[in-house]
């Protein structure tokens, strides 16, 4: 059972980047998927999630009316809408499967290997 995160880039600000998580090896029907980043020198940070029993989102304040996490069934896979992105969103992006939905990454307990956003000013 794996989580692979991919999509990352550099962008300039403004810009628009969509990442991508699959889980292979099992569904995630009934889990809660988050999505976290990491900048240099700074704790992993909650940035969204998405319970895929109902559909219900949610979002950190600062990426709030910017980000869209959703997902597709068919595919096992939970996306990242990231639009007009900041230099401050420049991180190592992790997707992360947990039971409930909670801001603590010690709450979930699968993650994918992560993918780099550097966003240029």
């Known amino acids: 059972v794996q989580l692979q995160a991919s999509g990352g880039g550099l962008v300039q600000a403004g810009g628009s980047l969509r990442l991508s998580c699959t889980a292979f090896?099992?569904?995630?029907?009934?889990?809660?998927m988050g999505w976290f980043r990491q900048a240099p020198g700074k704790g992993r940070e909650f940035v969204a999630a998405?319970?895929?029993?109902?559909?219900?989102?949610y979002y950190a304040d600062s990426v709030k009316g910017r980000f869209t996490v959703s997902g597709d069934n068919a595919k096992n896979t939970v996306y990242l809408q990231m639009n007009s992105l900041e230099p401050e969103d420049s991180a190592v992006y992790y997707c992360?499967?947990?039971?409930?939905?909670?801001?603590?990454?010690?709450?979930?307990?699968?993650w994918g290997q992560g993918t780099l956003v550097t966003v240029s000013s």
């Open positions: 992360a499967a947990g039971y409930k939905q909670s801001l603590d990454p010690s709450d979930y307990h699968l």
């Open positions: 090896g099992r569904t995630f029907s009934s889990y809660v």
């Open positions: 998405i319970n895929w029993s109902h559909g219900r989102t």
